[in-house]
């Protein structure tokens, strides 16, 4: 048997390997029954968030607006404490292990907020005047809540190492006559999986979160209606155009277009 017959050999048994715990490592989000790829623990994640927050909370700046740190604090909890209900009632609790709810106000102009796992979650005063509202600041929070409950930097971490995980078998199994394609093959699949693969996911967990925001956001009592005039106002303040296929996120007009259709089924958990 040639050499590269061999190395062949071992390439396919690696790669059905891959294959073979990548189909064992599925799980299903929330509500939309998604089926995400999950390679990493919950645990492995949170210790990582632990680190990264105290990290990041060591150089920002607490806002010292009272009124609005309160209603930061007070929506954020309103909404945790309505989906660990929800949670309850599905015996679903253990989906939060681990989780430690932190809403926290910092100050920055930027019109930003994000979200990191196990329940930390931060506002920049900067997004308060495009919030408006307790229920438009809802708006925010049930979405980037709706990312921790989807465990989606769980999924990015997994789609991470899958990615390296294939062209490393891709690598493996490359003739050696084809040098090189084997040279330069991986970073060229490195890139169509980064615009093909990891951008559109991307995509597909912002929506997702639109969707789950909602939800949240009208079992704690919040409008979810009121999504559709956040967002509107949120692509008013758009300065710097990016092409969709660049972008982690949906574009504006495709963004609300599909809060439009979702609404509907929030809607169903809104108690005035």
């Known amino acids: 048997m040639k050499p590269s017959n061999t190395r062949l050999t071992k390439g396919s048994f690696t790669g059905l390997l891959v294959v073979l715990l990548i189909l064992s490592s599925c799980s299903s989000v929330l509500l939309t029954g998604r089926r995400q790829l999950a390679l990493v623990t919950d645990a492995e994640v949170l210790a990582l968030s632990d680190s990264s927050y105290r990290a990041y909370m060591a150089t920002a700046t607490l806002s010292k607006k009272t009124t609005q740190n309160a209603m930061v604090t007070r929506v954020g909890n309103n909404i945790a404490k309505a989906v660990q209900t929800y949670l309850t ?35 920049y005063e900067g997004l308060l005047p495009v919030t408006q509202s307790e229920t438009g600041l809802a708006v925010v929070i049930g979405h980037e809540v709706a990312h921790a409950i989807a465990k989606h930097t769980n999924e990015r971490l997994s789609q991470q190492m899958a990615t390296q995980l294939g062209l490393t078998v891709i690598g493996s199994v490359i003739p050696e006559k084809y040098a090189l394609m084997k040279a330069y093959g991986p970073a060229v699949l490195g890139i169509g999986a980064e615009y093909g693969i990891m951008l559109p996911y991307s995509r597909k967990q912002e929506y997702e979160a639109d969707q789950l925001g909602l939800i949240f956001m009208a079992m704690a009592g919040y409008d979810p209606a009121e999504a559709l005039s956040f967002w509107s106002r949120m692509a008013a303040q758009s300065q710097n155009w990016v092409p969709e296929i660049l972008s982690t996120h949906p574009s504006d007009e495709k963004r609300i277009a599909n809060l439009q259709k979702v609404l509907p089924s929030a809607q169903q958990y809104y108690k005035k």
Do not use: H, R, S
Request: proline share 3%; net charge negative; hydrophobic share 50%.
């Open 89 to 123: 009632q599905e015996n679903k609790l253990a989906l939060v292990d681990g989780y430690t709810w932190d809403f926290k106000l910092v100050v920055d102009t930027a019109v930003n907020a994000f979200c990191m796992p196990g329940g930390k979650i931060v506002v």
